[in-house]
């Protein structure tokens, strides 16, 4: 028989001496059918201004979208952020770029949208240097997608395979710096001022954020699952964004 889910319990209120890592869809925000079309409630950007007023600054986005993208949807504020997984990241003056994307892509994603046409509701986002395949609302073109991504992947030195909710990306390994996943972006903020000193707690949802999960356990911090329950190395747990939004003050 297999071993039941342990049920989390929530986590601890958030205080002034915390260093605070978000990810955004599932997490500070509700899925939609495509990237694109998720909505930002407007008092959740007058939330995160607070909190990162509060905290002097420990306050900064973890996520699989690119910068440029969390910019449009959530500022202001323009917070610390690392995009695409640990690819990029930014802080002041500090932080990293994508590595430049290889010529090939353009004729991998030319051919994911062709494998895409014959799935309606598949989306083939395009994120620069990562290429993401999503099937949320088209869930029997699963296996199509995976056997195509692990197809095109030998035609992407340096790249590898970043599993989702409902998504698969092909993505660099690494970036100049060395290690690209949520983790390794954790520990480089908590190396910087103000985060440094401060107790790390990230809140995420998906099978990418067990990274940042791992940095901040061993950081004796909070890692926070959100959504339902799944076997993670998370200490504590919230049901959706909404439960997320309370946690960290936001009111409609």
Known sequence: MAAETPVLPPPPPIDDSCALFLDVDGTLLDFAPAPDEVSVPPYLREALAA???RLEGAVALVSGRSLATLDNLLAPPQLPASGLHG???RHGRRGHRAPRTPEALARVRAE?????ARHPGVIVEDKGAALALHWRAAPLASGDLQAFAHAALPRLPGYRLQPGNDVLE????AHKGGRADKGAAILAFMDEPPFAGRRPVFAGDDITDEAGF???N???GVSVLVGRPRESAAH???A?????HAWIGARA
């Open 240 to 244: 959706g964004p909404a439960d997320v």
């Open 236 to 238: 504590f747990a919230l």
């Open 112 to 116: 994911a949208e062709r494998v895409a």
């Open 87 to 89: 690819l990029e990241r």
């Open 214 to 216: 791992a940095a901040v």
């Open 170 to 173: 092909l993505r660099p390994a």
């Open 218 to 220: 061993a950081r004796a």
């Open 51 to 53: 909190l990162h007023r």
